[in-house]
């Protein structure tokens, strides 16, 4: 592409959200004398006695675990929504606010407590795949549930309050912001192209190769040209499925290959258990056709020149604009190489 993407500074625009990101190319020559992160202890038991997640221990609200084997999913013990909340709104001059109500839950990806995502087995993972696609089928099928929201909080620099792999899924009854304005960009493509907006958009990567790092039959691993996070990265399907309950046995195996690669390589990049806060965004249980979906996962990892110096968002990132220095190219390079 452009040659002067590389060296001056310029915005990319995210087609998905209709936001811009702050590009400096040239600032990856500064030397850097900020903050730099502990490394994480490395080495973890594959049971602790003192976790409340591990099988047949007992959880902070006094309930014990099951002895599982593979996947174990339960409400979260201190859940950000209520589903007894009553309905009620506020309209007092400029204070507004309304009731929100929904179901958290948490998902243990492995009965073994010393291993995340990239230690497991792809046939493991496949199986928190198919947790995922039972949940979203089964939260989004309940009245006033509008939208299920999957993720994980790797790392306790992402805020993680247990080390045991795990992660989350909260369903509520209205649409989140970042999924508001992904529905509405993917609605005016589609309504004005027939087409799906990262369907056409994959067609471009792929033609280009510069930002792909890994891809199989079903799914393309790529740093979306918009990037915020120095490794950023999205696995999107090849075919245009409005959400996880789309695919088949096949495409769920190649989707857990993705994910395997894709955080192994993470781990390789600064040879440590690299943080990151990963979230599916798909089509919302709104009842509606939401034909112009095109499910994807998104990655967002803070670690910026090695394992113990994080990116910040703060400063005119604030106040203004995301802003970064590597470029998504030089990143997709790197993360391609491991």
């Known amino acids: 592409m ?39 202890a490395e080495q973890r038991p594959a049971h602790d006695a003192s976790c409340y997640l591990c099988p ?48 958290c839950k948490v998902v243990c990806f492995s009965p073994d407590h010393s ?18 696609q039972h949940e979203y089928k089964t939260l989004g099928d309940m009245e006033g549930i509008n939208h299920v929201q999957i993720f994980e909080n790797k790392g306790d620099v992402m805020g993680c309050s247990n080390p045991h792999p795990h992660g989350q899924i909260w369903s509520q009854s209205t649409i989140p912001n970042e999924v508001a304005k992904k529905d509405q960009q993917q609605k005016a493509y589609f309504e004005e192209k027939r087409s799906s907006l990262l369907g056409d958009y994959l067609e471009q990567e792929l033609a280009l190769n510069e930002r792909i790092i890994f891809e199989n039959k079903h799914f393309i691993v790529l740093v979306p040209f918009w990037a915020v996070w ?58 509606q056709n939401n034909e112009h979906w095109h499910w994807h ?32 190219e030089s990143a997709a390079e790197m993360l ?3």
């Not at 959200?17 to 994480?40: C, F, I, M, N, Y």
């Not at 009553?86 to 929100?100: C, H, N, Q, W, Y």
């Not at 965004?281 to 709104?286: A, I």
């Not at 604030?318 to 970064?324: A, H, I, L, N």
């Open 230 to 287: 120095p490794y950023e990265a999205m696995i999107v399907p090849r075919h245009h499925l409005k959400n996880i309950l789309e695919m088949d046995d096949d495409t769920c195996m190649n989707f857990a290959e993705a994910i395997s690669v894709l955080t192994r390589k993470y781990d390789r990049l600064f040879n440590t258990s690299f943080p990151y806060s990963a979230g599916i965004h798909q089509s919302p249980t709104n009842g």
């Open 56 to 103: 047949g221990n007992t959880r902070a609200n006094g309930e014990k675990n099951p002895e599982y084997k593979d996947v174990f999913i339960f409400e979260n013990d201190f859940a950000a929504l209520q589903t007894d909340a009553p309905t009620f709104k506020v309209r007092d001059g400029l204070m507004i606010a309304e009731s929100e109500s929904g179901i």
């Open 336 to 338: 391609k190489s491991l």
């Open 115 to 132: 291993k995340s995502l990239p230690d497991m087995a792809v046939e493991d993972i496949k199986k928190v795949v198919n947790a995922w």
């Open 297 to 328: 996962m998104s990655f967002y990892p803070p670690l910026l020149r090695s394992a113990t110096v994080k990116k910040f968002m703060v400063g005119y990132e604030m106040f203004g604009t995301p802003q970064r220095d590597i470029t998504a």
């Open 2 to 40: 452009n040659a002067h993407l590389k060296e001056y500074s310029h915005r990319r625009y995210n087609i998905l959200t209709g936001e811009w990101v702050l590009v400096s190319p040239h600032r990856t020559k500064r030397p850097w004398q900020g903050k730099q992160e502990d490394l994480a």
